[in-house]
C-alpha cells in the first residue's frame, strides 16, 4: 500500500542526520509553546478577569509581525541562519523564564510582544533553511512528518496542561517551555546548515542604504514574479475571511451548537486529529504536489466546511465538519510550504517569507477587528457565511490565477 511507502519515507526523513536535530528540537519546542500557549491565556485572565484582556493579548501576537517583518526578512537573507535561529531560541527562553515572575499584566503584555517579535525572526528562517537539509524530491515529507508530528504533540500537551495547571499553577509550564527553546537551540547547533550567497557578502560593512535596497529588491521580486505576486492576493482574501471564523469558535461552539466549554474542547480535538492525518493521507494518494488545485483547493473545502457548520447543529456533525476541517488546513500548509521552498529562490526566501506573514498578519488583524464588531450585530452565525463565502471564492480565484502556471521541480541546494 502507498501508505506504508508514505510512513517508510517519514522514516527515512527522520533517520536523515542532516534533518534530525531540527525535526526533534521542534517537536520539543512545539510541546513547549503548547502549554505555554494556553498557560498564558490563564496567567492573562488571573489577573485581568477579562476577556477582552486576553483578545488584546491575541492582537500582541500580531503587530510584531507587522513592525518587524520586512526588516527580519532583510536580516535573515543576509546573516547566518544559524546563528538567527540559535539567539532567537536562547531569547526566548529567558523571555519565558521572566513570566514565572510576572505579577503585573502590563510585564506580561510585554513579554509577549517580545516573544513574538523574537519568532518573526525564527519562523521564517526554519522554512528557509529546511531545503538545504534534505533533498528535493523529500520537501513534501520533510514538512508532512514535521507537521503532522508538532500536531500530535500538541493533542498530548493540550491533553495534560490543564490538570498540570489547575494543580501545581502556570510556573511549570513556562519552566517546560523555556527548557524546551534551549533544547531547540541546543539541536540546531548540531546542524551543518549551508551558507548562503549573501551571508558570505555580509561579512563586509553595510550602510543602510544596502539595507534599503535589499528591502526594496525584496518587494521587487514579490510584484514581478508570477507566482509570487498572484499568491499574494489569494492569500490576503483567505486571511480576510479566516481571521474572524478562527477566533470567534467558541462563541459559534457556545451560541450555535449551544455546546459547554468541554464540548469546545472536543471541537479542537476534531481539527487537530484531521490536521494530523491530513498530510498522512495526502502523501499516500497523491503523486505529485506540484499542482494548483492542491495549493488552492483546501481553501474551497474548508469555506464549505465554515457555512456547513454555521447551519447545522448535530454536535456529530460539526465533529465531522471540523475533521474535514483540519484534513485540509494541514493539507494546505504543507503544501504551501513545499511549494515556497521550491519555487522561491535560496536569496529570496526570508524576504519573501516575512512578506507573506506581514501580509497574511495585516489582513487577519483586520477581521478579527471586522468580526468582533459585527459579530454581536448580525450573529457569528453571518459572520460564518461571509468567511466561508470568501475562502470559497479565495481557492477558486486561486485555481483561476495560476491555472496554466507550471511549478518547477525544486533545484539541490
Not at 8 to 33: A, C, E, H, M, T
Amino acid at each position: 500500500m502507498r501508505l506504508w511507502a508514505v510512513l517508510r519515507q517519514y522514516q527515512r526523513i527522520i533517520r536523515n542526520r542532516s534533518y534530525f536535530p531540527l525535526w526533534l528540537g521542534q517537536l520539543v519546542s512545539s510541546f513547549g509553546d503548547t502549554l505555554n500557549y494556553i498557560a498564558l491565556v490563564v496567567l492573562v485572565y488571573r489577573l485581568s478577569g477579562s476577556g477582552l484582556a486576553v483578545s488584546f493579548s491575541v492582537a500582541l501576537e500580531i503587530l510584531p509581525v507587522l513592525l518587524l517583518g520586512p526588516l527580519a526578512g532583510v536580516i535573515i537573507d543576509r546573516f547566518s541562519r544559524k546563528t538567527i535561529l540559535i539567539t532567537t531560541d536562547v531569547l526566548r527562553a529567558g523571555l519565558v523564564v521572566l513570566l514565572i515572575f510576572a505579577s503585573q499584566l502590563w510585564q506580561v503584555y510585554a513579554i509577549i510582544a517580545c516573544l513574538t517579535a523574537a519568532s518573526v525572526f525564527f519562523n521564517p528562517t526554519v522554512q528557509a533553511v529546511i531545503p538545504g537539509l534534505v533533498e528535493p524530491e523529500a520537501l513534501l515529507a520533510a514538512n508532512s512528518v514535521s507537521w503532522s508530528t508538532a500536531q500530535l504533540v500538541q493533542i498530548v500537551a493540550s491533553a495534560l496542561v490543564g490538570g498540570l495547571i489547575a494543580s501545581i499553577g502556570t510556573t511549570p509550564a513556562f519552566a517546560i517551555n523555556a527548557v524546551s527553546f534551549i533544547f531547540s537551540a541546543f539541536m540546531i547547533g548540531r546542524l551543518t546548515i549551508p551558507t548562503h550567497a549573501r551571508e558570505r557578502n555580509a561579512e563586509s560593512p553595510q550602510k543602510p542604504s544596502t539595507w534599503l535596497h535589499d528591502l526594496r529588491e525584496g518587494l521587487i521580486y514579490a510584484r514581478q514574479d508570477y507566482f509570487i505576486s498572484r499568491l499574494m492576493i489569494v492569500q490576503a482574501l483567505a486571511s480576510l475571511a479566516v481571521g474572524a471564523t478562527s477566533a470567534l469558535l467558541i462563541v459559534l461552539a457556545q451560541q450555535h451548537l449551544r455546546l459547554p466549554p468541554e464540548g469546545f474542547a472536543w471541537l479542537l480535538l476534531a481539527i487537530g486529529a484531521g490536521a494530523l492525518l491530513g498530510p498522512i493521507l495526502f502523501g499516500s494518494t497523491v503523486k505529485n504536489y506540484r499542482k494548483t488545485q492542491y495549493l488552492f483547493m483546501p481553501y474551497v473545502i474548508r469555506g464549505i466546511g465554515d457555512i456547513l457548520i454555521a447551519l447545522l447543529t448535530p454536535f456529530p456533525l460539526a465533529l465531522l465538519i471540523l475533521f474535514i476541517y483540519g484534513l485540509n488546513t494541514s493539507t494546505g500548509m504543507v503544501v504551501y510550504n513545499s511549494l515556497m521552498q521550491g519555487q522561491v529562490p535560496e536569496a529570496m526566501r526570508g524576504r519573501v517569507y516575512t512578506l507573506m506573514d506581514v501580509l497574511w498578519n495585516l489582513m487577519q488583524l483586520l477581521s478579527l477587528l471586522a468580526g468582533g464588531l459585527l459579530a454581536d450585530r448580525v450573529g457569528v452565525q453571518v459572520i460564518y457565511y461571509v468567511g466561508g463565502t470568501m475562502l470559497v471564492g479565495a481557492g477558486l480565484l486561486g485555481m483561476l490565477l495560476l491555472r496554466n502556471y507550471d511549478f518547477q521541480e525544486p533545484v539541490p541546494q
